[in-house]
């Protein structure tokens, strides 16, 4: 038996079969052959999202964001270093909550930036409620407001070197 895995390419979503003991960093789409791992976090709607979601074998980190969220915009540097630094063991992918409220009430997002980490179709950690409640907390502004999570915060990095320790 052959030891594939799945991939979905970040620009076209089309899910690829990648060998596990050949580097995937070169890889390149089947379908419209770009490379698979860019080192940049793919931008995704409520279709593409459903796709990484459901087709990745690889873990998925979720960020959901708004254009008029400051804390969003501060740490997408981080995210996008964290792109160069995880793939490609790990799909970074950005969803923005104005765009796809649906998604983001889905998952619960009270207040952005907020990360998910999925590994097969489920979230295994997110921000939200590793945060201290008590902090400061995001932009809340039109999202769904839930009591039950805490809000997240400007301490995003230490986020994301728990995620990363999840991950090894
Ligand atoms: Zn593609």
């Known amino acids: 038996m052959l030891n594939l895995r799945h991939v979905v ?3 076209c979503a089309a899910t690829n079969r990648i060998p596990v003991d050949k ?15 860019d080192g940049h976090p793919a931008a995704v709607d ?19 964001w708004a254009p008029w969220c400051g804390p969003c915009r501060a740490m997408a540097p981080m995210f996008a270093h964290a792109a160069r630094e995880l793939e490609p ?9 104005d765009e796809e409220p649906r998604v983001s009430s889905e998952l619960g997002v009270a207040s952005i930036p907020a990360l ?4 097969g179709g489920r ?14 907390p995001g932009c809340a ?6 009591r039950d999570m805490a809000a997240s915060t400007a301490r995003e990095p230490r986020i994301l070197f728990k995620i990363k320790e999840r991950l090894t």
Do not use: W, Y
């Open 9 to 11: 390419c970040p620009h």
């Open 23 to 37: 580097p995937a960093s070169g890889a390149k789409c089947g379908a419209c052959h770009q490379a698979l791992f």
């Open 46 to 64: 409520a279709a593409t999202f459903e796709k990484h979601r459901r087709n990745n074998d690889i873990p998925v980190l979720l960020d959901v």
């Open 89 to 97: 063991d790990v799909r970074l992918i950005k969803l923005n909550a």
């Open 116 to 119: 998910f980490l999925l590994r």
């Open 123 to 136: 979230v295994v950690a997110q921000t939200a409620g590793a945060m201290d409640a008590k902090r400061r």
């Open 141 to 146: 502004r039109s999202l769904p407001r839930r």
